[in-house]
């Protein structure tokens, strides 16, 4: 999954990716999980920018290429999952990465 930095103790809005690897992959069977650390509340979700859907639930398997955000009213705005159609990507661990990291690559067609 993703996992951004954010000051300690901060309350976050998440989006996770399963299988974790960015650019996530419409071929693949993608799933998208909002996750927040405050408590339970309205999801609101954003794909390619534009209010989406506000009663689906905070999982579900994508059946669309776009770029994907959820929002919570307590903790606001996830980072954006993009996830494309694309017949040869190289895929990079869909994680908080830092300078001097190991990253193994994944080259797919």
Do not use: I, M
């Amino acid at each position: 999954g993703w996992c951004p930095l954010s000051p300690a103790g901060a309350q976050t809005t998440q989006l996770l990716v399963q299988p974790p690897w960015t650019p996530a992959v419409l071929w693949d069977p993608v799933t998208l999980t909002c996750r927040v650390s405050g408590t339970p509340g309205a999801t609101t979700w954003y794909k390619d920018g534009r209010n989406w859907e506000r009663n689906k639930p905070d999982q579900f398997q994508v059946t669309e290429l776009g770029t994907y955000q959820c929002h919570r009213p307590d903790t606001g705005l996830s980072n954006a999952v993009r996830v494309s159609d694309d017949r040869l990507v190289l895929q990079v661990p869909a994680r908080a990465l830092l300078e001097g990291d190991a990253v193994t690559l994944r080259c797919r067609a």
